[in-house]
């Protein structure tokens, strides 16, 4: 259940996208749970706010299928914290939810903006 | 596509280490969000408490991973059975009365389902039995006494080389040889047998061979096969015994080979009595040996023919075929007479009427459970409204309608299976019971046992069972708008009154199918009352039957027959406590024997339409010490050896001499030319094959008449003047003063062969009885409760009554009218169905119709005066209610 307050767009992500975007940051390399989170709302210049509430059943999730692997490393700061990093499934996987993200992102531009062509 | 199985199920038995995993890593991400915070120059509890708000609820996203690691189902279930042990042990009273009933039901049904599993659903345990057919004969002209006849040896060849439908034929005959030479003298009952029958049956032995064909023919045939129990018993089940030679009737036969333990043949009686009798448990087989020239095309039906039916060939194929065959041998044989033959699935020939008896007692037993259901139901229902509370409070929660639903049902059949294992115990011990009490007659009772199929029914009728008491509570409680159930309190929950229809509708059903049960049971009863009240035509009481053989080596000549049987009456005259004695050839009940036709000098009737009677051989006193009343003329006494003289039964005197005086008429037995024999006295009609049906005619003749007997076997019969079974010592001491080397078949009261005459049907009387009062106690038990809980419910509403001035017997009158007025609604639906459901009932009947009115009004009364009874404690103690007391209680 989304938590109240959030900004505007964040009850609105669609389905799996959540899943895009984190397969999307660890292309950079591994990073655990906060830089993620930090990495996303920094690159969707804050309209994106990611909700905790969501983003570790999605890291379990994508964890469990086997689309990343994870393991105990020292943060920068010399706190210990959970990597994770993509495994070679999660890098076809990318690809491919990418390539359809964009067809999708298309097909809807299409339909919002018919007059024009 | 998401997560395949065995990955989650791997993941489910990891969950714990998974949560673990997920709350370090969410402290991680708190000490690192700190951090920042702290590098943004927050104070440290600032920086703290805004990470924290930052990452939101972290058992809540323990939790949703959790889930995704668990099977829900699974995890929900678990959940629901420890909760549903914890309230049925927090309520013992009732969890013990709803295991103890469910498990009486269930018991009890898994019992009779052992029954219908061995008997009727695996009658023959043949290669592919359900091709086997017997075949019977029909002769046309006899089928007003005989509807069908068995087969017999010169038809049977026929068949067997010119019938295309059949794979294959073979018959069967009974017989009853000596054994000697293995202990005492004893005689054995077996069958012969075409050399083919046991390749038919698809039967391997034991030890050694099977018969060879050429053993069929007479002088061939002295080769035997032992059946596995008779050649454990007599033959310490010595290996060695095939090839050895075993003296049969003075004969010797070689024992060629063993039957398999699993080895089992029915009784002449399942295939419609055969003239050899074949009792139950034949002993040994031996080929049939005999000359199908000396036997005529239209006489001796004395065999069951099994036929197994040509793969692809439909059974009315092969009576197509069978009858164009019949026709030619009636012609052939030219006695202006036809032939023709039906065939019946050996299967159901065995179970005969077992079925429907055994049907119908499932179908009572299943209704006891029905009863036991609706109860539960019922008590259930009582108990939903504190439920229902509890219910809300869950919904107010966040359950889920499903969920409650769920949790409900598994209680129940968490009932069910207690019941159930508890059941299928008591199953095991009730079977032992009711093996011993069924009648013999049932085909393969010694093998009823619970086995894989039977414990599988227990289960499906104990989830079933769960099921269907659980339901109506559950979707009642599904139903239930919390916000009402909290709001109203823990006390006063006022029943509304769809639920108190509903009880009320379950109580007119529960009273329904009682009274039903109990119509069938008494209509069971009565029919059992009115077939021992029919007159046999002999008085059963105090008199002794013993039967004996003649061994044939050493009786050859009938005349030394006759003095043996004269010297033991003798002897047995002047026994203390003998009133009277006598021998006759066989004993009423015990089926027919020597039927020939009765034919009058100066007519000539074509062969078989020629009146026939059962002929039976008797000494003086035999009709005294059976009790059976002299009508006309005078009994058979000493002087009427060698005489041709005999005694009629009435019946035969009313068709042969019809308005005339039947003494002194003179008759041919049967075929015989030159005898004739004068009617001296006319006797009573005696029940000759059963109870229930009517007399066969009768001819008497003395022993020592001039006419062929092999006077083989014969049985004494005593009067005694003290209870019969004592004179049992003495009676076989006379017997064995006289021959010591004659062996006594059997020793048994006249009184105990009658009872065992209708052991089926007081079997199935006895246990539709049984159900039907268990239907009627368990269904006054329910209005009992359900009264009793409207008078606990309603004591503020009586007290007020009182208070105003109602009297104790209006209150009494009130609560017995609401009371009843179900009651009288589920008889009046009984009633109905007992009528509608009486052409059913029809073919189990005897001297009474399906809509007795006695039997209706008897059960009526009882139905009526037990609720009666059920609603009347309750109400009393209704009108002890202290309307003080009853006001001040809320």
């Known amino acids: 259940m989304p938590k109240k307050g959030s900004p505007p767009l964040e009850g609105e992500l669609l389905q799996g ?43 379990h999730r994508l964890e469990d299928r086997g689309w990343i692997s994870s393991s105990w490393g020292t943060s920068e700061n010399n706190r210990r914290a959970r990597y994770y990093q993509l495994t070679p499934t999660g890098r076809k996987q990318l690809a491919q939810q990418t390539s359809r993200w964009e067809e999708l992102v298309r097909a809807i531009d299409r339909v919002l903006r018919p007059a024009e062509e | ?156 060849r026929v068949w067997q080389s010119e ?22 003298a004893e005689e054995i009952s077996g069958g012969m047998a075409s050399s083919n029958l046991f390749h038919l049956l698809g039967v391997v032995p034991e030890l050694g061979r099977t018969f060879l064909p050429e053993e069929d023919t007479p002088g061939k045939d002295h080769v035997i096969m032992l059946t596995d129990a008779f050649w454990r018993d007599r033959f310490r089940g010595d290996p060695g015994i095939v090839g050895r030679t075993v003296a049969f009737n003075g004969t010797p036969f070689q024992v060629v080979g063993v039957l398999p333990a699993s080895f089992r043949f029915p009784r002449g009686a399942q295939f419609g009595g055969l003239g050899g009798g074949l009792p139950s448990g034949a002993q040994y087989f031996k080929p049939l040996g005999l ?96 439920r229902a509370r509890e219910a809300g409070i869950r919904t107010a929660l966040g359950a889920s309608c499903g969920r409650l639903v769920r949790q409900l049902l598994t209680e129940s059949a968490l009932l069910a299976s207690l019941g159930g294992i508890l059941g299928v115990g008591l199953a095991h011990f009730g079977l032992q019971w009711l093996v011993a009490a069924a009648p013999a007659d049932l085909p393969r009772l010694d093998e009823v046992h619970l086995d894989g199929r039977v414990l599988a029914f227990a289960a499906l009728t104990s989830l079933i069972t769960g099921i269907v008491f659980g339901a109506l509570p559950a979707w009642r409680i599904s139903r239930a708008d919390p916000q009402q159930t909290l709001k109203a309190g823990a006390v006063t929950i006022t029943e509304d009154r769809s639920a108190r229809r509903l009880r009320e509708s379950l109580i007119g059903f529960e009273v329904g199918v009682g009274t039903l049960l109990l119509i069938v049971a008494g209509l069971l009863t009565t029919s059992m009352v009115r077939l021992l009240g029919v007159d046999k035509g002999f008085s059963a009481e105090h008199v002794l039957a013993v039967d004996v053989s003649l061994p044939p080596w050493s009786y050859t000549k009938l005349a030394q027959k006759e003095e043996f049987y004269e010297n033991v009456l003798e002897r047995v005259r002047v026994l203390p406590g003998v009133k009277a004695a006598g021998w006759i050839s066989r004993l009423p009940l015990q089926g027919q024997e020597k039927v020939d036709g009765i034919n009058l000098p100066g007519q000539s009737v074509p062969g078989l339409q020629v009146p026939v009677a059962n002929y039976r051989y008797v000494s003086p006193g035999y009709f005294q010490a059976m009790g059976i009343r002299l009508i006309q003329g005078r009994l058979l006494e000493a002087k009427d050896r ?55 005619m009768m001819v008497y003749l003395p022993v020592g008449s001039p006419r062929p007997w092999s006077g083989s076997y014969s049985s004494l019969v005593v009067r005694a003047a003290v209870a019969p079974e004592t004179l049992g010592p003495t009676v076989r001491g006379a017997i064995r003063s006289v021959d010591s080397g004659v062996p006594i078949r059997h020793q048994r009261t006249m009184a105990d062969i009658v009872s065992d005459s209708v052991a089926v049907r007081r079997f199935q009387m006895g246990l539709a009885s049984l159900f039907a009062v268990f ?116």
């Open chain 2, 291 to 386: 000359d199908p020239k000396q036997f005529s095309p239209l006489g001796e039906f004395d065999f069951a023919a099994i036929a197994r039916l040509r793969p692809g060939t439909s059974a009315g194929q092969a009576l197509a075929e069978l009858d164009v065959i019949q026709a030619r041998i009636a012609k052939e044989a030219n006695q202006g007479v036809g032939l023709r033959a039906v065939i019946i699935p050996l299967e159901g020939a065995v179970v005969g009427t077992a079925r429907r008896g055994l049907l119908l007692l499932l179908v009572g037993v299943g209704a006891v459970l029905l009863i036991i259901c609706t109860n539960l139901a019922n008590l259930l229902l009582a108990r939903l409204p504190a």
């Open chain 2, 775 to 890: 239907a009627l106690l368990l269904a006054a038990l329910g209005i009992y409760g359900v009264v009793a809980y409207s008078v606990a419910r309603r004591r503020q509403e009586l007290g007020l009554r009182m208070a105003l001035g109602a009297r104790a017997s209006d209150l009494r009158n009130l609560v017995l009218r609401q009371g009843l007025s179900p009651v009288v609604a589920g008889w009046a639906a009984g009633v109905l169905a007992a009528l509608a459901a009486g052409r059913l009932m029809r073919g189990l009947l005897f001297g009474v119709t399906a809509d007795d009115p006695l039997t209706f009004a008897a059960v009526t009364l009882v139905v009526l005066a037990t609720a009666a009874l059920a609603c009347y404690l309750p109400a009393s103690r209704a009108t002890r209610v202290d309307p003080m007391v009853a006001l001040r209680y809320e």
């Open chain 2, 1 to 156: 596509m998401e997560f395949d199985f065995l990955r989650r199920f791997r993941r489910f038995f990891r969950r714990r280490y998974w949560d673990e995993e997920r709350k370090r890593e969410l402290e991680a991400y708190l000490e690192i969000e700190t951090d920042e915070n702290l590098a943004r120059s927050m104070s440290p509890e600032e920086a703290r408490f805004a990470a924290t708000r930052k990452l939101g609820n972290t058992t809540r996203i323990r939790e949703e991973i959790y889930n995704m690691n668990s099977l829900g189902w699974l995890e929900s279930l678990w959940q629901d059975l420890r909760y549903g042990l914890r309230v049925l042990a927090r309520s013992p009273g009732f969890t013990v009365v709803a295991v103890l009933t469910l498990a009486l039901g269930i018991g009890a049904n898994t019992a009779i389902f052992s029954m219908i599993n061995s008997v009727l659903l695996r009658p023959l345990a043949y290669r592919e039995a359900q091709q086997l057919y017997l075949v019977r004969e029909i002769v046309p002209e006899l089928s007003q006494t005989y509807p069908t006849l068995p087969a017999n040896l010169p038809n049977f």
């Open chain 2, 642 to 696: 060698d005489l041709d003289v005999a005694l009629v039964s009435e019946s035969v005197a009313k068709k042969m001499w019809p308005g005339e005086n039947p003494l002194g008429k003179q008759f041919r037995p049967g075929d015989d030319e030159r005898s004739r024999v004068r009617v001296v006295g006319v006797v009573a009609d005696v029940r000759m094959v059963a109870l229930e049906e009517p007399p066969f």
């Open chain 1, 17 to 59: 996208t959540l899943d895009l975007l984190i397969l999307q940051t660890l292309v950079l390399g591994p990073a655990h749970g906060h830089t993620i989170a930090y990495a996303i709302e920094h690159r969707s210049e804050e309209v994106l706010q990611v909700e905790h509430g969501s983003l570790y059943p999605a890291l």
């Open chain 2, 163 to 184: 019938c295309h439908s059949f794979d294959e034929v073979a018959i069967v005959g009974g017989s009853a040889m000596t054994l000697t030479g293995y202990g005492e």
